[in-house]
């Protein structure tokens, strides 16, 4: 009897998770983990891919809200660039969870956190990716990374301006991951008609520019940022421009975990 209800329990717990893992959806969560970035995707057959941890061990608790309890690997975990906002939880989820792929910017960092990292990294299967490379997530989800660019001279560029930025695309639906890349980077970034777009550098009014907008033609952004964080973000000048540009928006420090759906046509939301 006490199996039976721990089978019942976990049925219950995971429903969501089973109900459309028999779909064929793609599910996208943009994770609250306060003033950082991290984002779960699972593909429609199951391959799992992390997107960042944000800033501290936080990331753990909201990938056990998620993730079924049998779930213990992760088959790519993907850090943008080295700050902890983004690193800190990243290192937490390395150390907990088997990594079956590592990708991470090629820009170093003087960190304790990058320090650990390293140390883990001699456990995991690690590169780095460049604009015009790829990878295939299980059954029609592919990342096209399109920054940075391997050709270019980027020594003088800070840690956010080298980060990974990749284009999602399971069928007809797409999103655009921007890292903490500003206004100068995302005018590199050559890609148009977008459903969804991961606002950059959590608000910050050097990115997001109205040329980008234009470009992505987005129809609604997402934005990870903290509740009543000490930078303003996002800031109000970035609001304006999404209103302006009648893009519906979602945030973390209003809406919590911000969960996509898609079934390769069409999209929905959930938090």
């Known amino acids: 009897m006490i199996k039976l209800l721990m089978v019942l329990l976990l049925v219950i717990t995971n429903f969501p998770y089973l109900k459309y893992e028999q779909q064929n959806i793609l599910q996208i969560s943009v994770l609250e983990v306060g003033q950082g970035d991290s984002i779960l995707i699972r593909s429609a057959d199951g391959k799992y891919l992390l997107v960042d941890g944000g800033p501290d061990a936080s990331v753990l608790s909201r990938l056990g809200q998620i993730l079924p309890v049998w779930i213990r690997e992760i088959d ?135 040329k980008l907008l234009e470009s992505t033609n987005p129809e609604v952004a997402i934005i990870s940022a903290g509740k009543n964080n000490k930078f303003n973000h996002p800031h109000p000048e970035v609001l304006q421009r999404l209103q302006d540009s009648g893009i519906d928006v979602y945030r973390t420090d209003q809406n919590n975990t911000v969960h996509i759906y898609s079934d390769g046509k069409k999209y929905w939301f959930k938090h």
């Open 76 to 210: 790519y975990l993907v850090i943008t660039h080295p700050d902890l906002d983004h690193l800190g939880g990243a290192v937490e989820v390395l150390a907990r969870y088997k990594i079956k792929n590592l990708i991470i910017s090629d820009h170093k960092s003087s960190s304790q956190a990058y320090a650990f990292l390293e140390k883990l990294m001699s456990n995991v299967k690690s590169t780095t990716k460049f604009a015009g490379e790829s990878i295939v997530l299980g059954c029609c989800t592919v990342l096209d990374f399109l920054w940075p660019d391997k050709s270019l001279d980027r020594s003088t560029l800070s840690a956010n301006d080298n980060s990974l930025v990749f284009q999602l695309r399971y069928n007809d639906f797409d999103m655009l991951f921007t890292g903490d890349i500003e206004e100068k980077i995302e005018a590199e970034i050559l890609v148009s008609d977008i459903d969804v777009l991961k606002i950059a550098h959590h608000g910050s009014k050097t990115s997001t520019s109205n």
